[in-house]
């Protein structure tokens, strides 16, 4: 008899990613399709549903399928969020997905809610302050901005769930993915703000709320045609990416802490006590009952991706090369990595990067360096912030394609003074939804944990006693620049 297999898809910023893993977390086979999101102008940014995430997850299925045949037993999706595609009664996009936070359109809402609601009323109520993260005002923007795409909505959705709608045909949302929604969910009552909701955005039905390894539907004939995948599969509801990353690495008790090196940086820390932080995301975990404080930046990976464009380098492990020859500091170069503005640690839309201290002897990989620990510089602030609300991490485990490059991990442990686990696998969060389908169809207990510790990264002291007299300036460069960079945005 074949062994079972479960299928874990992520659609992230820059790629869908597949794993076709056995229930003891052996991997065997993987498959990626790249993409790019769209920003039609500062401040946008966005996804086309269909042409972008459907197509990816069926063509990711499409490879992976064959290799798993009838033993298929399950699959979870995962994907960028919060975000917002409205949809009509036939599941049809009505415009493209409105990302994340990295999208800032929704400025005038997040005030005017936040005027109407009150600062801490939403705090209370739903453990996050309103920002360009929350989707609340997202949709109020849609109600006022696109009346007529506001009409003809009939369901909402976020990546992931999107996706799980298209297998099955059933409109749900985990509560992990629901609690960002600010301010439109209740953390008190584990529910949707109704009240709320019929004041501010009345018409729409929003989604059943559920977990995330529950299975809520099953592969339909229609769905089975586009993806390979046999009818009758069946399909766990998922959640974002972040929290099915800190899932695959083992980042599931109190004290425990993830950092994900994407596209974007970002931190889950598990909690013992949730008490909300006005510059914190708090939001349920993934596993009911559990609670978590989380931050990420609006750059990591993009901003390096970016840099390796712009110089041209030839071969990047040549550019990886020539960072790690840059010496502590770059040279003196300090750079403030708010290329798409900036999320936690400053919540600033407008904020831009700045590059400061070049010079006719900087070289690419100066710049390289610089981007890295301006990078790090923003993750220092987020742990200080973490540690604020709810004391310091007992564990920091890394995930995420970033974590391949041992100059930014050693960076990051070198200006932090924090220790870093990397595990045997850093797939990602596909490997998460993996085990989240496993777990949701029975074949291995809800406290199965695949993650397997393989090396630790230490701050090195001396490297670490030049960032502790760098650290400090990136902050006053921020402050003295900050009004520059909105004037010029004016």
Request: hydrophobic share 45%; charged share 20%.
């Amino acid at each position: 008899m074949t062994d079972p297999t479960l299928l874990g898809i992520d659609i992230g910023t820059s790629a869908t990613k597949a794993v076709l893993a056995r229930p003891d977390g052996t991997i065997v086979a993987e498959a990626r399709r790249r993409h790019a999101m769209s920003l039609p102008s500062p401040g946008l940014a966005e996804f086309d549903a269909d042409a972008v995430w459907w197509r990816d997850v069926c063509a990711v299925c499409r490879e992976l399928a064959p290799l798993a045949g009838d033993s298929l037993s399950g699959v979870c999706v995962s994907g960028i969020g919060p975000c917002v595609v409205p949809c009509d009664a036939r599941l049809a996009p009505l415009r493209p997905a409105i990302l994340y936070g990295i999208d800032t359109r929704a400025n005038v809402e997040v005030e005017d809610l936040t005027a109407l609601l009150g600062e801490e009323a939403i705090l209370a109520r739903g453990g996050s302050a309103l920002s360009s993260q929350a989707l609340g005002p997202k949709l109020l923007w849609l109600r006022r901005h696109e009346p007529d795409v506001w009409r003809d909505t009939r369901t909402w959705h976020m990546a992931s769930s999107f996706v799980v709608a298209r297998l099955t045909g059933v409109y749900v949302l985990d509560h992990h993915s629901a609690s960002q929604c600010d301010p439109f969910y209740d953390l008190g009552t584990a529910s949707w703000a109704d009240d709320w909701i019929g004041e501010i955005v009345p018409g729409v039905p929003f989604p059943e709320l559920v977990h995330a390894a529950d299975i809520v539907g099953a592969v339909t004939p229609a769905a089975a045609d586009a993806t390979g995948l046999r009818a009758g599969t069946p399909v766990a509801a998922g959640t974002i990416d972040a929290w099915a990353e800190a899932h695959s690495v083992g980042v599931r008790r109190p004290g425990d802490l993830m950092l994900m090196y994407g596209s974007t940086m970002f931190a889950v820390h598990v909690v013992e006590e949730a008490r909300p932080h006005p510059l914190l995301w708090t939001t349920q975990g993934l596993e009911p009952g559990t609670r978590t404080h989380a931050a990420g930046t609006s750059t990591g990976g993009s901003l390096v991706e970016w840099l390796r464009e712009l110089v041209g380098a030839p071969e990047w492990e040549t550019l990886v090369a020539e960072a790690a020859a840059a010496p502590t500091g770059a040279g003196g170069l300090l750079l403030l990595p708010y290329f798409a503005g900036e999320r936690t640690p400053i919540y600033d839309p407008l904020a831009r990067g700045v590059v400061a201290g070049l010079t006719l002897r900087h070289r690419r990989g100066d710049l390289l360096r610089a981007a890295y620990e301006g990078i790090a510089a923003g993750i220092r602030q987020i742990f200080d912030l973490l540690a604020e609300a709810a004391g310091p991490p007992g564990r920091i485990v890394v995930a995420g394609g970033g974590t391949h490059s041992d100059v930014w991990l050693q960076i990051v442990s070198d200006l932090t003074g924090q220790v870093q686990h990397v595990p045997e696998q850093t797939i990602g969060a596909a490997y998460g939804d993996a085990l989240l389908a496993a777990a949701g169809v029975g074949l291995v207990g809800s406290e199965t944990d695949w993650a397997r510790p393989a090396r630790v990264v230490a701050p090195n002291d001396d490297a670490r006693a030049v960032y502790e007299e760098l650290y400090p300036r990136y902050p006053q460069l921020y402050a003295a620049t900050v009004d520059i960079v909105h004037q010029l945005q004016e």
